[in-house]
T-cell receptor, first 116, second 113 residues
Framework: ETGVTQSPTHLIKTRGQQVTLRCSSQ?????VSWYQQALGQGPQFIFQYYREEENGRGNFPPRFSGLQFPNYSSELNVNALELDDSALYLC???????????????FGSGTRLTVV | DQQVKQNSPSLSVQEGRISILNCDYT??????FLWYKKYPAEGPTFLIS?????DKNEDGRFTVFLNKSAKHLSLHIVPSQPGDSAVYFC????????????FGSGTRLQVQP
């Protein structure tokens, strides 16, 4: 059973650019959630995908968007990067759709994004 | 507006002693609480959870206590081991369709041998 894989592990981008982060879910998991963790803070919910549809969104602007594919892998896209977007981006997969999945989350190790 | 707060950024305890990590929340709609542990360069891993209908949940060395009237929960680790050294996050969710987790800022626990 493989865990959650995120790529790339580290990334440096320039302000104003666009970035795509990728996540492969744990085998059998059909729900993916994305979180942003700024330095010294806890993870903040960006959005969740279930059956390729966005199912809930946190307080993030529309330039944060995502996709979920038929194989349940997912992408997080951020347009018009700002310096404050520098953070660790965590993907978490789970099974069973939008239920109380916190205990069933498997987190990836994250992608460290630096915007300069 | 932090809805989940962990006011102690760090905690140091001796091996074999009890570690107590605290968490406060402000949103009375939260009804499910979790603790995650995070090692460097790894994602958070689920540790233990508690529903608001309970006031205590135990799993081996780990016990979570919930005081709803005070909007406070705590994680007790007994006995503490050096391998417990990590950052611990408290998280909460409410019974909505979104099921998002709201995390605290974390407490770094150091267990001294």
């Amino acid at each position: 059973e493989t865990g959650v894989t995120q790529s790339p592990t580290h990334l440096i981008k320039t302000r104003g650019q666009q970035v795509t982060l990728r996540c492969s879910s744990q085998s059998g998991h059909n729900t993916v959630s994305w979180y942003q963790q700024a330095l010294g803070q806890g993870p903040q919910f960006i959005f969740q995908y279930y059956r390729e549809e966005e199912n809930g969104r946190g307080n993030f602007p529309p330039r944060f968007s995502g996709l979920q594919f038929p194989n349940y892998s997912s992408e997080l896209n951020v347009n018009a990067l700002e310096l404050d977007d520098s953070a660790l981006y965590l993907c978490a997969s789970s099974l069973g759709g939008p239920t109380r999945t916190g205990s069933g989350y498997t987190f990836g190790s994250g992608t460290r994004l630096t915007v300069v | 507006d932090q809805q989940v707060k962990q006011n102690s950024p760090s905690l140091s305890v001796q091996e074999g002693r009890i570690s107590i990590l605290n968490c406060d929340y402000t949103n009375s709609m939260f009804d499910y609480f979790l603790w995650y542990k995070k090692y460097p360069a790894e994602g958070p891993t689920f540790l233990i959870s508690i529903s608001s209908i309970k006031d205590k949940n135990e799993d081996g060395r780990f016990t979570v206590f919930l005081n709803k009237s005070a909007k406070h929960l705590s994680l007790h680790i007994v006995p503490s081991q050096p391998g417990d050294s990590a950052v611990y996050f408290c998280a909460a969710s409410q019974d909505t369709g979104r099921r998002a987790l709201t995390f605290g800022s974390g407490t770094r626990l150091q267990v001294q041998p």
